[in-house]
Nanobody, 118 residues
Framework: QVQLVESGGGLVQPGGSLRLSCAAS????????MGWYRQAPGKQRELVAV???????DYADSVKGRFTISRDNAKNTVYLQMNALKPEDTAVYYC????????????WGQGTQVTVSS
């Protein structure tokens, strides 16, 4: 089992920045990748960014150049630095961690609200 605790959401004006954190605990040595997803009201959950244990990184096209995912292995924490935020980035952001294959273990945090509004 893996437990994920997110923090760092909040209200920010358009063009502003936020940094989300996701601290992992439990069977973290088996984690293959960690990532961030988001779900806006009335929309499906979508991938924002993912980083693997070998530091391969992928981003959704909508956030490329604005968001940066990183990890601190000593703290078992993954971060999502979000810059140049837009109103359409408003969503609940979820941290995800999974084993390889995901059928062996796929874990989610409780979610943190990000609201971009003036």
């Amino acid at each position: 089992q893996v437990q994920l605790v997110e923090s760092g959401g909040g209200l920010v004006q358009p063009g502003g920045s936020l940094r989300l954190s996701c601290a992992a605990s439990g069977r973290i040595f088996s984690i293959y990748a960690m990532g961030w997803y988001r779900q806006a009201p009335g929309k499906q959950r979508e991938l924002v960014a993912v980083i693997t244990s070998s530091n391969r990184i992928d981003y959704a096209d909508s956030v490329k150049g604005r968001f940066t995912i990183s990890r601190d292995n000593a703290k078992n924490t993954v971060y999502l630095q979000m810059n140049a935020l837009k109103p359409e980035d408003t969503a609940v952001y979820y941290c995800n961690a999974f084993y390889n294959p995901p059928s062996q273990g796929d874990y989610w945090g409780q979610g943190t609200q990000v609201t971009v509004s003036s």
